[in-house]
């Protein structure tokens, strides 16, 4: 059904007039199409008009009234769409964009749930540029609202996660609400990027298999980890209680990291004695990934080979991690 309000209904009116204004010119003075459009022009912007017999002032009075009318109307509408709502939602669009096109060496959040917000709001604390995919608009608006960069969509498509910079991505969680979701979302994230580290989300022991199948590098069970750790504290409450200290990102005296050895490093083919680390940064080696093996070594005896492209998980101060991840980049 037609309705007879908005910017395509005022541009029409306007243009209606126009014509109507020219057809009538030429009827009533015999002029050619360009003169009376002309003579329709100048009278609706009210600019001095040229001589005309009494029917051609008469209409020229009911054609200023419709042509003001019209053209206030029209432009006044036009200035409220812009104003309202057209000309900053176009803005935040390409900015949107923009910020989109930027991101690098990131973390894509699909779902912005209970799981998906906390994790959003660790990588906030500590720094790590990131984008949530959701497909609930409620959700997406917490998302902007909590200050992140959020895009409403399904994760699991190809084109969603392109758009989001895979490419340019250091990982993904996958944290949708419902299993199927999440292993859909892994599995495309994994065809695109083979190379990418991608965490999923799984509620049942079925689905942590399919998932891992899928392509995730790790399975993370809320309901587990939950369990594991109620356990825990009730049988080694200090234990907890230090690693949830070493692992907290509002801890500004103690944290624990993990710390790539780049090859062009001087700490690559040391050993943990003559690298020196305990005196030099004042960190303490808890274990170290091998890049061959990926399996990790804990507590490391002090002739422990540092080989290059390997992790160390490191315990200390803040500013000692950082000048020690430093070093280690080369």
Known sequence: MFRAQGPTFAVALLVSVVILGTLGYHWTEGWGLWRAFYTTILGITTVDLPPMSRSGQIF???L????VSAALYTFTLLATVVVEGGLPKRLQ???????????T????????????????????????????????PDRVHAAMEDGALAVEADASREEVLKRVGIDRARGVIAAVGTDAENVYAVLSARVMRPDLFIVGR????????KLKRAGADRVISPYQIG??????????????DFVELATSSDNLELA???ITIAAASALANQSILNANLRQRYGVIV?????????KIEFNPEPDTLIGPSDKLVVLGRPASLKRLETEAAG
């Open 93 to 103: 669009r390409r900015r949107h964009q923009r910020m989109l096109e930027t991101l």
């Open 105 to 136: 060496d990131h973390f894509i959040i699909c779902g912005y749930g209970r799981i998906g917000s906390i994790v959003a709001q660790q990588f906030q604390r500590q720094q790590v540029p990131f984008v949530v995919v959701e497909r609930d």
């Open 256 to 258: 624990m990291e993990e």
């Open 202 to 209: 799984a509620e049942t022991e079925d689905a942590t298999q």
């Open 64 to 67: 200023l009234l419709a042509g």
């Open 60 to 62: 020229t009075v009911a």
């Open 286 to 294: 808890v274990g170290i990934q091998r890049r061959q093996t990926g």
């Open 227 to 240: 369990g594991m750790q109620m356990a825990q504290t009730a049988l080694r409450p200090a234990v907890v």
